[in-house]
């Protein structure tokens, strides 16, 4: 069965723009949650959502936001572009959100702010 | 403090060996998942194996398998005869699920960097 996709796989924009990322969960699966990987902080969990509704969120600035929609694809928003933005952005699936659930990820996007 | 802690920054082996990557974890949750992942340089997070807190008996996926020792808070990959296409970046990462009943996300290491040699 498809894996985790997600789109764009490759992006660059400028300082001050936003941007969209999107995520379409392994079928069945409702849970995503996203993460942030760079080279200084390594990977970061920035949300989670299960069932269109947040449930857990990392600690990171009001920019970045998500949404879930009801087939249970999901979409990152970073508003306000700073070049610490330049980062590895994973989506991970699973089929609830508790720990017993193997977790999934996508081949992410490669974001560049220049 | 670290919550997972990979103390083996790189590692170099011969191709047909076995290799051990360690992680050790941190929580006061009695419930909890380890995972293990694999990373190539394409970026993709490839799921190896999964062991949760109350499970038994150590988790094993074909080549690979978890030596979980659960008073130690060790939660060691093995890898048994290995290839060349093993070579990449390895991450251990742990999620609790809290009193409430919620699980939170994943917590990484800092990984580990396998290079298996010929």
């Known amino acids: 069965k498809a894996g985790v996709t997600q789109t764009p796989r490759y992006l660059i924009k400028t300082r001050g723009q936003q941007v969209t990322l999107s995520c379409s969960p392994i079928s069945g699966h409702r849970s995503v949650s996203w993460y942030q990987q760079t080279p200084g902080q390594g990977l970061q969990f920035l949300f989670e959502y299960f069932s269109e509704t947040q449930r857990n969120k990392g600690n990171f600035p009001g920019r970045f936001s998500g949404r879930q929609f009801s087939n249970s694809r999901s979409e990152m928003n970073v508003s306000t572009l700073e070049l610490g933005d330049s980062a590895l952005y994973l989506c991970?699936?699973?089929?609830?959100?508790?720990?017993?659930?193997?977790?999934?990820f996508g081949e992410g996007s490669w974001l560049t702010v220049v | 403090a670290q919550k997972i802690t990979q103390t083996q920054p790189g590692m170099f082996v011969q191709e047909k060996e076995a290799v051990t990557l360690d992680c050790t974890y941190d929580?006061?949750?009695?419930?909890?998942?380890l995972f293990w992942y694999k990373q190539p340089s394409s970026g993709e997070m490839i799921f190896l194996i999964y062991?949760?807190?109350?499970?038994?008996q150590n988790a094993t996926e074909g080549r690979y398998s978890l030596n979980f020792q659960k008073a130690r808070k060790s939660a060691n990959l093995v890898i048994s005869a290995s290839q060349l296409g093993d070579s990449a970046m390895y991450f251990c990462a742990m999620r609790e699920i809290g009193s409430g009943g919620g699980a939170d996300g994943l917590t990484f290491g800092k990984g580990t960097h396998l290079i298996i040699q010929p």
């Open positions: 062991q949760g807190s109350y499970d038994q």
């Open positions: 991970a699936s699973s089929l609830t959100a508790t720990s017993g659930n193997t977790i999934y």
């Open positions: 929580t006061s949750d009695p419930s909890y998942g």
